[in-house]
Nanobody, 123 residues
Framework: VQLQASGGGLVQAGDSLTLACIST????????LAWFRQVPGKEREFVAR????????YITGYMEGRFTISRDSAKNTVYLQIHVLKPEDTAVYYC?????????????????WGQGTLVTVSS
């Protein structure tokens, strides 16, 4: 599985942004997909995951309400929508995939990673 994230950039606080991650390789619907983010000097932080079918989603508690994860099987793409962006959302956002149905919330739980896309939120 190869993953390529896109959609990052420089945005202003209060804006919304949609990140996309295209998957190529094996059967898209077989994989749980997730988004993480990382600030320099800090550990990679779990943001959200979505099941292979797209029915089940999980978003880190304090991010609920502003972050939405979805997937489009026809486009082999997973999305992360971020609303009301805050400067503290500035990070490199990574997409990840794993063949297990319920991978947990750490870096080591996912087998495949995209290259990351930088989101910078100005105040």
């Amino acid at each position: 599985v190869q993953l390529q994230a896109s959609g990052g950039g420089l945005v202003q606080a209060g804006d919304s942004l949609t990140l996309a991650c295209i998957s190529t390789g094996r059967t898209f619907s077989s994989y749980t997909l997730a988004w993480f983010r990382q600030v320099p000097g800090k550990e990679r932080e779990f943001v959200a995951r979505i099941s292979g079918s797209g029915v089940s989603t999980y978003i880190t508690g304090y991010m609920e309400g502003r972050f939405t994860i979805s997937r489009d099987s026809a486009k082999n793409t997973v999305y992360l929508q971020i609303h009301v962006l805050k400067p503290e959302d500035t990070a490199v956002y990574y997409c990840a995939a794993d063949s297990r149905p319920n991978p947990q919330f750490t870096y080591s739980d996912y087998s495949y990673w995209g290259q990351g896309t930088l989101v910078t939120v100005s105040s």
